[in-house]
């Protein structure tokens, strides 16, 4: 396993009681890059049909997750019911079908009028947007407590992880895979998976490969602290307009949901300090949207990847030319939304004896 972020710590967790499992992280921490640069919010509203039916099963495991003495996440809590508003400025059917969707399943997603938008967030009060939705169960998961609690069970099932060791290539012979070079030697094994994000289409290419795995740069910028981050405050995202928001120590954490192809260097630290076009972009966002939030000061942010197919759907399972090769990547911007499903599916389709909710 190539990549201790949440996807490579996810998989490692269901597949350890069943295989012998080693996780290779080129940085001296797991859960160090895209797994740290997120918002942290669990979105379940979403145009695609897969992601909201993988979106569907992260967040009833993560409402569910044992946190008794002795399991994996105990003392963690990773994750917290905290309401989410999502609205529109001007594509009022944009969530239609999702919405449907969601409701045949039996979650509560409630129109808002003006007045009661202001009551359920007050950020989003005189809010310049056509139409919201009101989604109670929606929440924040924070990836360092999960992902640990990933590491606790895979560690307790056997697996190794092995911190600042740098895959240099992958080890062909014989027409497969069979295992990785690193800047500390040859780890030999019957499947490598790839879970790397940004890095992992240059990792292909390394055995001949041509994977379209893009990695792509977003903002994410924290503000002062401000009057309207009041506790309890949902998160919020006006959809067509790419603009989200949640509470965070007194201020928000906020994105103008800005999107640039962007490569890492080589080695670990992808986070970057913010540009000034994006913090402008975020700033216009913010006044012609939001008029409650006029007064509001950023105080500064961070450039973080996220990695895109071309389909905008997660690669996972085997590789469809190179045996012994396997992907958990391409997970673009929902790994919190949909990483427990998406690892549990990666583990079914690449280690046979795997099965759900197990580690």
Same mark, same amino acid.
């Given at each position: 396993?190539? @990549?201790?972020?949440?996807?490579?710590?996810?998989?490692?967790?269901?597949?350890?009681? #069943?295989? #012998? $499992?080693? $996780? =290779?992280?080129? !940085?001296?921490?797991? =859960?160090?890059?895209? *797994?740290?640069?997120?918002?942290?919010?669990? %979105?379940?509203?979403?145009? !695609?049909?897969?992601?909201?039916?993988l979106a569907r099963r992260t967040h009833a495991r993560l409402m569910t997750l044992p946190c008794r003495p002795g399991d994996d996440w105990h003392e963690l809590a990773p994750f917290r019911a905290t309401g989410a508003v999502l609205a529109l400025e001007h594509d009022v059917h944009r969530l239609d079908a999702a919405l449907a969707d969601l409701r045949r399943f039996g979650i509560t997603a409630d129109e808002l009028d003006a007045e009661a938008l202001a009551r359920r967030a007050p950020a989003l009060a005189a809010a310049r947007v056509a139409r919201a939705v009101w989604l109670p169960d929606e929440g924040v998961c924070d990836a360092w407590s999960l992902g640990q609690g990933f590491l606790r069970g895979a560690l307790r099932n056997g697996a190794r992880l092995m911190l600042g060791t740098r895959v240099v290539s992958l080890l062909v /012979?014989? !027409?497969?895979?069979? !295992?990785?070079?690193?800047? /500390?030697? $040859?780890?030999? *094994?019957?499947l490598v998976v790839i879970a790397a994000g940004a890095w992992s289409a240059r990792l292909a290419a390394s055995a001949g490969l041509r994977r379209a795995i893009t990695p792509r740069a977003r903002h994410l910028f924290r503000s002062t602290p401000h009057a309207c981050a009041v506790d309890p405050h949902p998160w919020c995202w006006i959809d067509d307009a790419g603009l989200y928001l949640r509470p965070e120590a007194g201020g928000f954490l906020m *994105?103008?949901?800005?999107?640039?192809?962007?490569?890492?260097?080589?080695?670990? @630290?992808?986070? %970057?300090?913010p540009r000034d076009d994006a913090r402008e972009l975020l700033g216009e966002k913010l006044l012609r949207l939001l008029p409650a939030l006029d007064d509001l000061a950023i105080a500064g942010g961070w450039i973080g990847h996220r990695t895109f197919t071309p389909s905008r759907e997660p690669l996972i399972g085997p590789d469809p030319e190179l045996a012994g090769l396997g992907w958990v990547a391409g997970l673009g911007g929902f790994g919190l939304s949909c990483g427990l499903a998406i690892a549990e599916d990666a583990a079914r389709l690449l280690v046979p004896e795997a099965t759900a909710c197990e580690g």
């Open positions: 396993m190539i @990549g201790a972020g949440l996807a490579g710590l996810g998989f490692a967790w269901h597949a350890a009681p #069943h295989a #012998h $499992v080693t $996780v =290779l992280e080129q !940085g001296e921490h797991p =859960l160090a890059e895209a *797994s740290a640069q997120n918002a942290g919010m669990v %979105r379940r509203l979403v145009t !695609g049909a897969r992601e909201r039916a /012979r014989g !027409g497969r895979v069979r !295992g990785a070079v690193t800047d /500390r030697g $040859v780890i030999e *094994s019957d *994105s103008p949901c800005d999107e640039t192809d962007d490569q890492p260097a080589d080695g670990p @630290g992808s986070r %970057r300090e």
